[in-house]
């Protein structure tokens, strides 16, 4: 009872404490490996989901913080909130994850601002990312992915399409193939936003035939257009576009 009493003043201030015997730590790194690893590497180095190996994360400046994005995931990205996880297993895994921060920051190589340049220039990025509606925003693109996963989206684009992301033709009776991205989904329509940007929107009766590219991108590899060198400077780059805190 007391413990309880206690651990209700504590949530109220704010604060919360993680264990720090082994373990829990030993505990709280199994959770990690099958829950976390997946998406932020089997060592925190990053892949889908960014790098925890740092000692300040963003999201989850205070223990208090990363206990709820744990808990509760961040809404709107892909980072999922833990059901399966109980109360104990979730500060366990909070735990570990702040020992994996404890490390040195290793910055990521390469020459961010030619890689700016490469990315209006001979990538030909812009045409699709920023002035394009079919390709998603790259903000903050350096916050929510590791240098790996970055890397990877530029050499094999279908291993790297974002959650949500789908690309569909849709074929009206009528004739006139419409293929772009989806917008918007239900039972019985269906938008979609083409590479001018014009949403065309169809009720699904209308629709002879409707192809749903699963793991398909429209995002050419830059295998061999780009050598080694130029690859480096426009992952630093990408890297380099944080969220604004
Ligand atoms: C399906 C992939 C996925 C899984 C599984 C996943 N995450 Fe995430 N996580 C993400 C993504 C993507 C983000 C970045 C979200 C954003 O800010 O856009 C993220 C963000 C975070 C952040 C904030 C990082 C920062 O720099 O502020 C923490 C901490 C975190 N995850 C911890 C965990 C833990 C612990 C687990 C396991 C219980 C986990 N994640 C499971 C994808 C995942
Ligand atoms: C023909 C249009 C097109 C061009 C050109 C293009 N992209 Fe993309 N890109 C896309 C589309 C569509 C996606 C989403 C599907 C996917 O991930 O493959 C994407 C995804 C990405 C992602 C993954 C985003 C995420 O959050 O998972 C990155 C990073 C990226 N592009 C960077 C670049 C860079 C850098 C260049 C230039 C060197 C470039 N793209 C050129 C269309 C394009």
Redesign the pocket.
Known sequence: MRLALFGAVVLAAAVVKLPTGRADLAAGRKLYENQCALCHGQTGEGGRGPVLTKPRLARAADDAALVRVIEHGISGTEMPGAHSMSERDIRQTAAYVRTLGRVAIKPVPGNAARGAEL?RTK???A???DA?F???A?QG?GS??SAVY?RE??LT??S???DG?LLVTAVPRSGGNVTGVRVNEDSFSIQVRDASGKVHSYWKSELAELRKQRGV????S?RGTFSEDELTD?VAY?ASLKDSE
């Open positions: 990315y990538g030909g990025c045409g699709c990312h394009g079919t390709a998603p790259l693109v929510r992915r970055l989206a530029l684009p279908e790297a399409v974002p992301y991108s429209p995002m050419p830059y426009v990408l």
